[in-house]
Nanobody, 123 residues
């Protein structure tokens, strides 16, 4: 059973930066794809960024390309999301998720989720 724990959320001014982290554990044999999703009030959960099981490939949602950078530490089993040039529309609960197999952007295909960490961007 994959277990995920997010940290690092908080408040930031528009144009600022924030880094959030996910600690993953519970997969002694094969490594899963690790991903960040976010969900704002009244909106559907959307894919933000993800890293393949072997750490070789990263994928980004269209809205964050060029502003966010995802990184995975294969030894420490962590997934970080460095968020730059934050805007009020980036305000959301950010969730770490995992699935075995290829990374996909559909949140319905991820069986393992963390509790989330709130990021609030004020103008």
């Amino acid at each position: 059973q994959v277990q995920l724990a997010e940290s690092g959320g908080g408040s930031v001014q528009a144009g600022g930066s924030r880094k959030i982290s996910c600690k993953a554990e519970g997969y002694p044999y094969s490594k899963p794809c690790l991903a960040w999703f976010r969900q704002a009030p009244g909106k559907e959960r959307e894919g933000v960024a993800m890293v393949s099981h072997d750490g070789a490939h990263s994928f980004y949602g269209d809205l964050v390309k060029g502003r966010f950078t995802v990184s995975r530490d294969m030894d420490a089993n962590t997934l970080d999301l460095q968020m730059n040039s934050l805007q009020p529309e980036d305000t959301a609960m950010y969730y770490c998720a995992a699935r075995y197999g290829t990374c996909v952007m559909n949140h319905n295909d991820y069986p393992f989720w963390g509790q989330g960490t709130q990021v609030t961007v004020s103008s």
